[in-house]
């Protein structure tokens, strides 16, 4: 291994790093996933041990996309456009059944799981997911941010 | 006016045009033709001892697979008036076929009845005749199909959309 590849490694592995414990998520609550939500984020279990406690309310300052409830087909299209104006590296977590497959809303209005519309990175399952599951999840995503693995 | 008064009144005013009246533990409805539904509504809404100003709600009934009724008239619009004067309510309804699901409109009189109607068109497919813009309300226009009809497939699939320009 030369000089080069070895300071370019290091340096993304500083990189992932850095920005596995510094994660501004966008909540995109659209149902009741979005009470363990705050359950979660709030000082009782703190996602902010894991450096992901201020969430940004705009897309375009946000790094990690969590899509909390259950989404319509008619709320697809506004989903999908969050996701594009989400600026690079991103990253999405289906927080939920709904999220993840739809979960028991079969039906004619609800989208059978997020990834028909947009890449997802971590799928939290449970109806509500409990917090512990959230905080596994929110692990394995700072794995998969520690590791470089993006999509873009 | 007590909810048998105003049954009455609306039996002497329209005779045959009432095809049926009933009352259930203080709800009085009557079923009335297609062809006098916006006569009668003018009335119940105009009419100094009915004075229905309130249309409380607009929707339909699919009656295609109800027990006894699988071979009349598949579709059941229904009226919920009440009078705010009078503080009385009561319910019309008018039949329609599938083959000609067709209603006039009450936007006329009350306003509200723009997007009740939309959402029975969205919902059930009966038309409104004179609705000046009868699109889907709370779907898209990209779905086929109207999903609280009972031969609408459960877990039918339907396009996903974009986002709109």
Redesign the interface.
Known sequence: MGVGSFFTTKLDEAIGWARKYSIFQYPFVTACCGMEYMATACSHYDIDRFGAGLPRFSPRQADVLFVVGTIS??M???L??IY?QMTEPKWVVAFGVCTCTGGFY????T??GID??IPVDVYIPGCPPRPESVIDGLMKLQEKIAAGAQRF | MQGDAILDALRERFGAAVVETHAHRGDHTAVVTRQALPDVLRHCRDDAGLAFDVLMDLTAVDYSRFPGREDGPRFEVVYHLYSIRHNHRLRLKTRVDEDDPVVPTAVGLWPIADWLEREVWDMFGVRFEGHPDLRRL???EE?SGH?LRKD?P?????P?????V
């Open positions: 087909h008619k697809a299209p506004v999908k456009r594009d079969d039906n004619y209005a989208v059978q028909t519309i | 709370l779907l898209y779905f999903p609408y459960i877990n039918r699939r339907q996903l959309i974009g986002p709109r």
